[in-house]
């Protein structure tokens, strides 16, 4: 039983970090019409910096550190790479969210070299024992860091004039021009909030995983599948996709070790087929509720 | 022939004329230039094209971002090295190669080509994983992640095609084919009507498209296609490891399709040979570390969709109608007919 319950626990910890990359996702899907390949490797690139830094400052200052390059991050590319090609269709700008992907890659590789690199846990407080399962720390702080992030960005969209107007662009593009709302700075904002989503998965995950240039396109394609699982269209399908997509992973994990990615990524296609409108009820087809 | 039908047969013959001509640079070419290295780069460009064609087909004409395509070149390669080392005549195992590829994109066409387009392009981006996944860890038949060595290669009766020269006719026999076949496509009224669902499904549907139909049928030939560039470059490279067949083939793949320009043939010519020149030529001669390569072909591809996305092919096209349409209207004084109907060609 401990053991099942030990899986769960990771798969939790897995479908926290999921949910993160699949909210950003879905996020600037809903907003801009951006499926962004590229998410993963903003993660990679914030993780890999995380860990860079991590001997040369303390925790607190690094975080937010690493949470406003990130957020620089996906504002400049939103600048260079998305801003100039919003009238494109949507398989043109996933082919230049991948193309970012690998300049990112490549960057990464070039900066930080070919190795994967390590970092220790946030504290190095010892792991809580609970029902005969072990629960490390950072695993606590991946769960919480994710529930904080994810709550601090709901009540910014649902409380500021900002994330009413990114709501509002949301529901109906053209009707929130009319009443004001710059779609380019609808645009920028999304993408800078979704480059500062994957900065704190990425600071989350790097102690438990470690990070290396290849990390971001694992990370995207999950990341992608988890929004698809959560019907890329509301923000709670985004987290429930992730989180499930963390607990199938964990349990492959431990059924089929070897296997495990073609396992998980094969469940989803099947689910899809079974639920082509993602998991929770509706919101998939529903126009306009983030 | 009648009118109507009349400038859509002429504009297949000068494709396929333009196609002959190809093919005969092609055939000459190793009379011409004798050293190896030189052929080698052709012969890389050939694999280029066949499995570039292979999304070409898929994107271009059927509107799919068939981002699997480095899967299905796998299962091509490692079904014919797989049957081929067990003692199967290589030119079966090819044949074995393109239909087993073809068989993954028919399964994963049929469970996702009924959702959302969006979700289809993620789905077959995931079969790339799926494939690394399975490579790696079957290490029984696929000898894992180290990858497998001594890979058979094709022969002509007694001639034994594995020197350059041979693998470089074989490997642009298959590509002259492959284009053909995309041309040919493209040229038919089974081909308009694939461009029909792409440029709208609902109208196509309208018209008694068999909309499902034909995007399955796309997605199982860019498969096959490409399954059949995976055999060529088993045949060419006799090892073959789950690497070659990662992200980095699908970058250089569309770096091929999106430069040249995706809704013609002319574009994976243009647009391999400007891969190859610069991944083999340029880039050594401008930078010491290989690892420069991501963020160029990453690069262009952000650059190449935002300034030409209709490719190089395209630029050339726009830039010779509005010549042409200058010259018209200074000889006529007056909007000319014949430019009209070619930009409705380039939209088509």
Known sequence: ?290 | MDRLTLPLVRRRNRDITGLAVVAVFVFALPFAVADDGTLRLFILAGTYVVIATGLQMCFGYAGLLNLGIPAFAAVGAYTYAILGRDGTNPWVAVLCAVLAAALVAAVLGVLVLRLRALYFAIAAFGLVLIADNIISAWTDVTDGAEGMIGVPQLSLGDLLLGSTEGTYYLMWAFAIAVLLLSLLVRHSAYGRSVLAVRDSEVASAAFGVPVRRRLLEMFVLSGAVAGLGGALYAHDITVISPKAFGVELLLLVTVVVVVGGKDTIWGVLVGAAAVVLLQNEILPAVFASGNIELVVFGGILVVAMILAPTGVVGLIREAVQLASSRVGRGRRAEPAGEPSRETEESHA
Request: proline share 3%.
């Open chain 1, 1 to 290: 039983m401990d053991k099942y319950l030990q899986f769960l626990i990771s798969g939790i910890a897995l479908g926290s970090v999921y949910s993160l990359v699949s909210l950003g996702i879905t996020l600037a899907f809903r907003t801009t019409g951006v499926l962004n390949f590229a998410q993963g490797s903003f993660v990679m690139v914030s993780g890999l910096t995380f860990i860079t830094l991590r001997d040369d400052m303390p925790l607190i200052p690094l975080l937010l550190l690493v949470i406003a390059l990130g957020v620089l991050l996906g504002a400049v590319v939103e600048r260079i790479a998305i801003a100039p090609a919003r009238h494109l269709t949507h398989e043109s700008l996933v082919i230049i969210t991948i193309g970012l992907a690998e300049v990112l890659r490549g960057l990464a590789l070039l900066t930080f070299g070919d190795r994967t690199k390590y970092t220790d846990s946030f504290v190095a407080w010892r792991p809580l024992h609970v029902a005969g399962a072990t629960v490390s720390m950072q695993t606590l702080f991946v769960v919480l860091g994710a529930v904080v992030a994810v709550v601090v960005t709901l009540l910014a969209l649902e409380r500021t004039r900002l994330g009413r107007a990114l709501r509002a662009s949301a529901m109906d593009s053209d009707m929130s021009i009319l009443c004001g709302v710059s779609p380019k700075m609808v645009t920028f904002v999304t993408l800078g909030v979704a480059g500062g989503l994957a900065a704190i998965a990425g600071s989350l995950l790097a102690p438990v995983t470690g990070m290396g240039f290849e990390s971001g396109l694992d990370l995207a394609i999950k990341g992608l599948f988890a929004a698809v699982l959560g019907g890329l269209g509301s923000l709670k399908g985004a987290l429930w996709g992730g989180m499930t997509f963390g607990l199938l992973e964990a349990f492959a994990l431990f059924a089929v070790p070897t296997y495990s990615v073609s396992i998980t990524l094969g469940l989803v296609v099947l689910l899809l087929v079974v639920r082509p409108q993602g998991l929770t009820s509706g919101t998939g087809a529903r126009v306009g509720a983030l």
